[in-house]
C-alpha cells in the first residue's frame, strides 16, 4: 500500500512557489499513522509563504501558526497574513524569511503546553539575537482553554480572534520588547 492512500494531500511549496515535499494527514481514527511527509527540513520553510507573502507587506505583519489546517482555516476567513512554523518549533532561519516582508510576528500557537512552550522558545531566540534591536516584533497570543486557532475561528468567529491579536498587540506595546 503506498504511504499517501487513504489521505488529504497538502503540497508544500517555497516562498516562491516551486514544489518542496508533499505533507498527508489520516482522518481515520485507526490510522496507523496520522501525519505522514516527506523528507524536507522544516526548519527552513513557512507553510503558505507562498501565498501569503503579498497580503504580509501589505499589512506589514504575519500571524505564525502550527500547521497546515489552522493556516488553510484562517486564509478560508479572510486572514490571509498567515503561514505555519509546522510544528511547534519556530527556528531562527524562518523568521529571517518572514523579516523580508513584515516586522509584526504574531505568534499564535496552539493554547496546549507545547504550544505555550513553543511562543517561550520563540521569544528566547529573540531575546539571544536581538531581533528587536533588528525591528522583529514578536508577539505572543495565547489561546484560552487549550484551543487552536482553527477551533477559535470556526466557534467564535473572524472578529474573536482579531481581538486577541489586538490584545496581544497592546500588550506587547506595554512590554519591555516593545519599547
Not at 517561550?120 to 539575537?129: P, S, T, Y
Amino acid at each position: 500500500m503506498h504511504e499517501f492512500a487513504g489521505r488529504i494531500i497538502i503540497p508544500f511549496f517555497d516562498q516562491y512557489g516551486g514544489l518542496i515535499a508533499l505533507s498527508s494527514r489520516d482522518w481515520r481514527e485507526d490510522a496507523y499513522r496520522k501525519f505522514y511527509h516527506e523528507q524536507y527540513s522544516k526548519s527552513l520553510y513557512l507553510f503558505g509563504l507562498n501565498v501569503a507573502k503579498s497580503h504580509i507587506m501589505q499589512y506589514n505583519l504575519c500571524i505564525i501558526v502550527e500547521g497546515e489546517f489552522d493556516v488553510m482555516s484562517l486564509h478560508n476567513k479572510g486572514l490571509n497574513c498567515v503561514v505555519g512554523a509546522v510544528g511547534t518549533s519556530l527556528q531562527l532561519y524562518q523568521m529571517s524569511i518572514l523579516k523580508r516582508y513584515c516586522d509584526d510576528f504574531y505568534l499564535v500557537f496552539d493554547g496546549d503546553d507545547a504550544g505555550e512552550n513553543a511562543i517561550k522558545k520563540a521569544l528566547h531566540l529573540g531575546d539571544i539575537h536581538y531581533l528587536y534591536s533588528c525591528g522583529i516584533n514578536l508577539i505572543p497570543v495565547y489561546l484560552p482553554g487549550g484551543k487552536d486557532p482553527d477551533n477559535i475561528i470556526k466557534e467564535q468567529g473572524k472578529s474573536v480572534f482579531i481581538k486577541l491579536l489586538q490584545e496581544a498587540k497592546v500588550k506587547f506595546k506595554g512590554s519591555n520588547r516593545g519599547k
